[in-house]
Structures are given as structure tokens and as C-alpha cells.
């Protein structure tokens, strides 16, 4: 009812549907949850449009996902690669891709999916895996963590920056006719690479020894106190029930019906910003709280009132 009031109050041209319950793993452990939002919510923006009679001058986008590919029937993937979703959050969102093509044929809307490869920036959120590895490395680095603990190192993705990706969300939008676009930037890295890059951003660099769950990243160059220690290790906490292990995107419609440039950062680059990013933060933290240990000791000491 809220969507609907809302809607009817705001009357809007166009709406972005980024609201969802997105982490996969979390999706194990509350997949009735997952569905509502990332399902019905969908339908519920959809009716709130239609209840509004809205239908002919509001355009929806829907945030779709690679995830709907899951265990791959192909690589790369493109718009016509049939989907195997692999986790409850996958489930989930093939409804909102389905239930967005649905009503763009039965009721002539022009609602489109974005399947969107894995965008990351500084502001991903601190349990999926780049940024979780880009705050460790900062904070190592800086002498406030040993070590960092991480799951499946060999699990493929296609990483993207957020900011071009929502450049081209817009886009979508823009269009003549409402239709589906794969978003990616057409190259795979590995977890393990990842690490790489941003250990060696923050100073570090590390050499991978070991399979599986013994596999360990050991410094081989960096700060002397941290050369000869294991700073990555396996633990199983961070396995999944079932992992979608070869997301590789193939963006040449969106190539050459949007004219986007799936290549504007690159891999590099997008280590590079969340590194730098985080390596600020992880200073001005320090910063912080020694500037709250000298008040709390000027307080007691009655130098400051
Ligand atoms: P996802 O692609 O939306 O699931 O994004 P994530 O960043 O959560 O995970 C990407 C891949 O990294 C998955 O295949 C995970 O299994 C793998 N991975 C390995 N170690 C970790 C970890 O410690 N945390 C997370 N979140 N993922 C990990």
C-alpha cells in the first residue's frame, strides 16, 4: 500500500528497482525473506505503476543479475544463455526477470532487466568479497589485522566498476523499445587474482602456495615485518552451499545498442579506487580513535573541560 500511495503521490517517468536483499550467502540463511523482496517486490512495484494507471508514461528498470546463470550452461554469457540459478537469491530474482517480461508483453510496459555482472566500488558493502579483501589489505598494511580469511580463492567473476554501470542503467532506460541487456566488461578474474592486485596496492605482495583449503597467500616483497608471513589463509566458514564459480559477462549489445564502453575502468583501475579508498579510512580510523585516547586523557587530567 506505502508503494502504491507513494507512487500515485510522486508520479514518476522512470524508476530504478536496486532494492533487494542481495548478498547470496545471506540467502541461505533467510531465503523466505529473499524471495519477498527480491521476488514479490518486483510485483509490487509493477501493480503499484499499473494501480496508478501509470503504465503508459512510467518506464521501470529492474536490477537483474548474473547470478541467474549460476551453474553455467555456457561462456560467456550473453542475453540468450539459458539461466540455472544456484542459490536461493538467484531464485528469487529470476521471478523478477520473468515477472518484468511479463508485463512488458501482456500490458505493453516499458519495463527492461539490466543483468549486471558484479559491480563493485567503495562503497560495496564489507562481506562480499572485493571489498572485504580491499579493507583487509588496508588494514594489514597499517598493522591493524594479522591475517585475512576467505573462501573458494578459484571462483570467477566478472568485476565491474558500479559508477559506469549505472551510467548504463540510465541508458536502458533511454531507449526506443523496452529490452533486456547483459552488462558486464567481458573479463574474468580470479578471487586469488584479486588479492593479488590489492595486496600489491596496499604494499604487499603475495605468492600462493597450497590447494584448496590449504592454500595460503604468503608476503614475498613488502614491509619488512610483514615478509615470510601467511596473510591469506582457506576456512571453510566462507564455502557456500552450492557457488556459482564462472561469471563471465559478454556485453556486445550493450556494446553496440547503447554505445557503452564496457572498458572504461579497468580491473586495474577499480582495485586501485577501493584500495586507495580504503587504505584513507583505515588512517583516518587510526586518527580517530587516537584523538579520542589523548581527550579522554586530557578530560581526566581536567586540561580540557
Ligand atoms: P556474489 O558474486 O554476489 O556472490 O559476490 P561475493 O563477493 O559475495 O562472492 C563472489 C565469489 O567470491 C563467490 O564465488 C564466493 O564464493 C567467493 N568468495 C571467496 N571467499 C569469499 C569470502 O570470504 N566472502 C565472500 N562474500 N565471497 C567469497
Redesign the pocket.
Known sequence: MSLVKLVGKVQPTEIYNLAAQ????VSFDAPEFTADVDAVGVLRILEAVRTNHLEKTCKIYQASTS?LYGKVEEVPQNENTPFHPYSPYAVAKLYGYWIIKEYREAYDMFCCSGILF?HESERRGE????R?ITLAAARIAQGKQDKL?????S?L?DWGYAKDYVECMWLILQQEKPEDFVIATGVQHS?REFAYHAFKAAGMELKFEGEGIDEKGICVAGPANLVGKTLIEVSED???PT???N?WGDPTKAREHLGWNPQKTSFEQLVAIMVKHDMEKVAAEHVASVMRTNLAEYLEKGVVK
Open positions: 542481495s548478498h547470496v550467502q547470478e558484479n562481506t562480499f568479497v572485493t572485504k580469511y576467505l573462501g573458494n580463492l571462483s567473476r578471487v566462507f564455502y557456500r557457488d556459482v564459480v561469471l
